[in-house]
């Protein structure tokens, strides 16, 4: 005989353990996200391992919760207490889930142990060029610059090449290159390249005390080939991180054009001597 009034009540604990669970998970959110917010003010404050962690704990409030529930069912109350044992819970969950979540896992654990990138470093993996906005149990969340989010999974990023901007030395170097005609002075050209890098506002002297004793330049300009068409002018603009060289990097091909313009120094189209012999 079905006992409804058993079934009835089985039913309003586990839904107030649902929802013990849930207000549960979002204190812990809101207390943590707290604390992140005012160790935030702090520079030097890494953030990678804090917001792991966090994801890490809500996460097992959950399997917690859903064990409790789970045990308040005669059926399942095997499985609930496989939830709760200690050794239990890795066992279980490595049961039911998927090689592929299992393994997002262990790869955002060791992104958080090793850090080959932070929160807020500016990294590119596998052609997609982002800032790292969060990294949790699943995926790595990547702001590009049209403020897209970019979504790649933990274990395809332990297998991909990462260039990470950030990491040390936030500095950047831009090198312009740009060919000129034969016909053109090559020294008025560099002359050009040099004071319109060392002008720009982002510019930043990257020389130590021991280059200027020596009188090394503030901008290094040369010429690096000899092409077809051109004589091909290369300078080093350093800027203090990867941000400020791409906006350096625009406004000096802009200014550099207009200075060689006014100069008569002449940028040419590519171009081919073509001989034909009498027959």
Not at 69 to 84: D, V
Not at 197 to 205: C, K, N, T
Not at 211 to 221: E, G, H, R, S
Request: charged share 20%; hydrophobic share 50%.
């Amino acid at each position: 005989m079905i006992d409804y009034a058993k079934d009835f009540r089985i039913i309003i604990i586990i839904a107030i353990i649902g929802f013990v669970t849930i207000i549960l998970g979002a204190v812990t959110d809101k207390v943590l996200r707290y604390f992140l917010y005012r160790k935030l003010t702090d520079k030097e404050y890494d953030a990678t391992g804090f917001r792991f962690l966090k994801h890490l704990i809500i996460t097992v409030i959950y399997i917690l919760g859903f064990a409790f529930a789970l045990i308040q069912i005669p059926e399942f109350k095997i499985i609930g207490h496989s939830f709760l044992a200690g050794a239990g819970v890795i066992s279980l969950v490595a049961g039911l889930a998927s090689q592929q979540a299992l393994s997002n896992i262990v790869s955002g654990i060791f992104l958080v142990i090793f850090k080959p990138f932070r929160i807020n470093d500016k990294i590119t993996i596998n052609n997609f060029v982002g800032t790292v906005e969060d990294i949790n149990l699943r995926q790595v969340v990547l702001k590009d610059a049209e403020n897209n989010r970019i979504i790649i999974p933990n274990s395809v990023i332990s297998n991909q090449i990462i260039v990470n901007t950030n990491m040390h030395d936030t500095k950047c170097c831009k090198i312009i290159e740009i060919g000129i005609g034969y016909e053109s002075n090559i020294e008025e050209a560099l002359a050009i390249m040099q004071e319109e890098i060392a002008r720009h506002p982002l510019f930043i002297d990257t020389r130590t005390a021991e280059n200027k004793k020596q009188k090394t330049p503030v901008v290094v300009a040369r010429v690096v080939a000899l092409a077809d068409s051109s004589v091909t002018l290369k300078a080093w603009a350093w800027a203090k991180n990867s941000t400020d060289g791409f906006v350096m990097y625009c406004d000096l091909l802009q200014s550099i054009k207009k200075r060689f313009d006014a100069a008569n120094i002449d940028i040419p189209y590519p171009q081919q001597v073509v001989t034909l012999k009498k027959q």
